[in-house]
Each structure stands twice: as structure tokens, then as C-alpha cells.
């Protein structure tokens, strides 16, 4: 998260402080709003893990999402 806190804090000019604040609100919304397995994605992705493992859960999600499964 601290490079995605960091990009944020110069393509706006932000500070990181104000960027870490904005990132964590839009991944919180995005967690709450997307399907469960997407929003577990997003939060292995963060801890250091790769998207990778979880492409089926993926699938799945948006599947769901979009009225299919």
C-alpha cells in the first residue's frame, strides 16, 4: 500500500499523509461494495500477496456481479 500511498502523493500533490488517507477510503468503499472474494483479493494484494492465486475467486466475483454463477 505504501507505494500506492506514494504515487498518489505525487500525481496530486498530496501529502502522504493526506494520500494514506485517501487510499485507505477508496479501498474501504471498494471492499464494502464489491463481492466478497474480490474485496479478499484486494486485501492479500495489500498485505504483499499476488492477485494470482485468487484469478478463480475472480471469476466468480464478477460472475456474481454481473448476474452470472
Same mark, same amino acid.
Given at each position: 500500500?505504501?507505494?500506492?500511498?506514494?504515487?498518489?502523493?505525487?500525481?496530486?500533490?498530496?501529502?502522504?499523509?493526506?494520500?494514506?488517507?485517501?487510499?485507505?477510503?477508496?479501498?474501504?468503499? /471498494?471492499?464494502?461494495? %464489491?463481492?466478497?472474494?474480490?474485496? =479478499? *483479493?484486494?486485501?492479500? +494484494?495489500?498485505? $504483499?500477496?499476488? /492477485?494470482?492465486?485468487? %484469478?478463480?475467486?475472480?471469476?466468480? =466475483? *464478477?460472475?456474481?456481479? +454481473?448476474?452470472? $454463477?
Amino acid at each position: 500500500m505504501d507505494e500506492l500511498v506514494k504515487l498518489v502523493s505525487q500525481k496530486t500533490g498530496l501529502s502522504e499523509e493526506m494520500s494514506k488517507v485517501a487510499v485507505v477510503t477508496v479501498l474501504d468503499y /471498494l471492499k464494502k461494495e %464489491l463481492p466478497a472474494p474480490i474485496a =479478499g *483479493l484486494i486485501d492479500n +494484494f495489500l498485505e $504483499g500477496g499476488s /492477485l494470482a492465486g485468487g %484469478l478463480g475467486d475472480l471469476s466468480e =466475483g *464478477l460472475g456474481g456481479l +454481473f448476474g452470472k $454463477g
